[in-house]
């Protein structure tokens, strides 16, 4: 998989953003069954089933307000016999292989992790997770292979000047551990051909960060990354 957009990339789902938009792309196509985890309008189960990426999806939401918007647009895109929508937090309210493939987008990395731990029985019966962490994703990557997750690839979206992180994880008996930079920089994001824009990008973010004052183990972190940032630019 190679694919990387742009925010609102000609011909590229133009409904979705970039971020959802590269989400999609790595459904995969031998997706049955698609769950939305905080689908928010259902923008993403309702690309998936126009775009043939699944046959089924399950929109789920914990607040009713966006979920009554999900139902709208679901019956707006005369899509009622094959997205449907639940309300609940994280997994609960799936069954266990219900889901082939789960999708956790646009929340921080930690609560990503909290959604995993609470809902680990269903969660490990899907056989692929795609995962879009707002911040944290250091500690995203560190927590799945604590949880016993591979992170088979990992994908970058560009929006409004700042670049998103989206990594395919699978289950796995037996994760492999990564160095601190792989945690911080990730493994397979150099083959991505926003690869040195995105290194830019964070340089130029997190030196904006030291610059404004911040201390303790956030400058601590910073700095570090920083390093490492700079390492990957100048080669």
Known sequence: M??????????????????????LSVIGGDCATLADI???????????????????????????GPLGQAVTNIYNAKLNDRIFTRLGDGFDPLNENEA???????????????ILERGSAKAKTCTRLVLQPQHDTMK?????HRLGYFIADEKLALEVERFHVILVVTPSNNPMGWTDKEYSLG????????????????IDRLQGFLDG??????????????IWLREEYGG
């Open 38 to 64: 905080g689908t928010d309008h259902a923008q993403l189960p309702i690309a998936a089933i126009k775009s043939n990426m699944c046959v089924r999806a399950i929109a789920c939401d914990i607040a009713p």
């Open 100 to 114: 082939d493939v789960a999708v956790i987008t646009g929340i921080g990395g930690m609560n990503i992790v909290g």
């Open 2 to 23: 190679s694919t990387s957009y742009r925010l609102n990339e000609p011909g590229k789902n133009a409904n979705l953003s970039a971020r959802l938009a590269v989400a």
């Open 140 to 144: 995203l990557r560190k927590n799945l």
């Open 187 to 202: 493994k397979h994001l150099t083959v991505d051909p926003q690869w040195r824009d995105y290194l830019k990008i964070e």
């Open 213 to 226: 004052g911040a201390t303790g183990e956030k400058a601590d972190e910073y700095a570090q990354r920083l």
